[in-house]
């Protein structure tokens, strides 16, 4: 198993991180931990190099973050990521928010850093983390006309919008929301196994609201195997190889 998106970085973490990534070595293949704010990026380049081959990360700015961030900051950790590309397996996570983020300005800003971080993704071939909350429509709709190919829609949770996701060859990564969510429970009944990763975003999420941690996507796994009627082995194999060839790990 491999939880492709979680947030090792957090201050939910600062007691007792490497005890987590120690337990988590002892269930899962690996951990994506997700950098979301230049602020954390050197922590999580550290967590990468002291956990060579189980911890890898993916970078970017989280959307509800463009009315603190300003352009040079922006551009300046664009030029970070790029000297440091060679650390990291995705770009994310990008996108849209129009749940944390009203304004119109801002959901504009939103968009325009969505394309640069897109265009960005490519120059450096690597592949895209998007969020999407509340704006499944518009994301889908700037993807598609700026043409972007490698894409991972993290917590996806459109099923409606589930047919342009595959059409566009896409791969949607679900966490323990299933476990709860009729519209998550119909995302991994109507998405092939074949471009489904498995997540937490931990530490958010965790099971009777507790705090989480990457172990508890063996409970994403048995519930997309009971959804799909399928046995846990399968959708374990198969994720975990959707992983790893999706973001090119190479697992120790």
């Not at 979301?36 to 189980?54: M, Q, R, S, W």
């Not at 265009?119 to 969020?131: A, I, Q």
């Amino acid at each position: 198993m491999i939880d492709v998106h979680c947030h090792l970085d957090q201050p939910d973490y600062d007691e007792d991180r490497d005890e987590i990534i120690e337990k988590c070595k002892k269930e899962l293949k690996a951990v994506i931990t997700s950098c979301a704010h230049p602020k954390d990026f050197d922590l999580t380049i550290n967590l990468v190099e002291k956990y060579n081959g189980f911890v890898f990360a993916t970078v970017g700015i989280h959307p509800e973050y463009v009315k603190e961030i300003g352009e040079k900051e922006k551009d300046r950790f664009l030029e970070l990521i790029r000297q440091n590309r060679d650390k990291i397996v995705g770009i994310g996570e990008v996108g849209l928010d129009y749940n944390w983020v009203k304004e119109v300005e801002f959901q504009q800003k939103q968009k325009e850093w969505f394309v640069q971080f897109i265009n960005f993704s490519k120059e450096l071939k690597l592949p895209l983390v998007v969020h999407s909350r509340a704006a499944y429509e518009d994301a889908i709709k700037i993807l598609e006309q700026q043409d972007a190919q490698k894409v991972l829609m993290h917590m996806f949770g459109a099923n409606h919008l589930v047919k342009r996701v595959i059409e566009n060859d896409w791969f949607v990564s679900l966490n323990t929301m299933i476990l709860t969510s009729k519209k998550y429970k119909k995302v991994a009944r109507d998405m092939p196994l074949e471009k489904i990763l498995t997540e937490t975003d931990s530490p958010w999420l965790g099971p009777e609201g507790k705090r989480n941690d990457s172990t508890s996507v063996k409970l994403v796994v048995q519930k997309i195997a009971e959804i799909k009627g399928i046995d846990v082995r399968e959708v374990d194999g198969l994720t975990t190889e959707n992983a790893i060839r999706f973001f090119n790990l190479e697992i120790e």
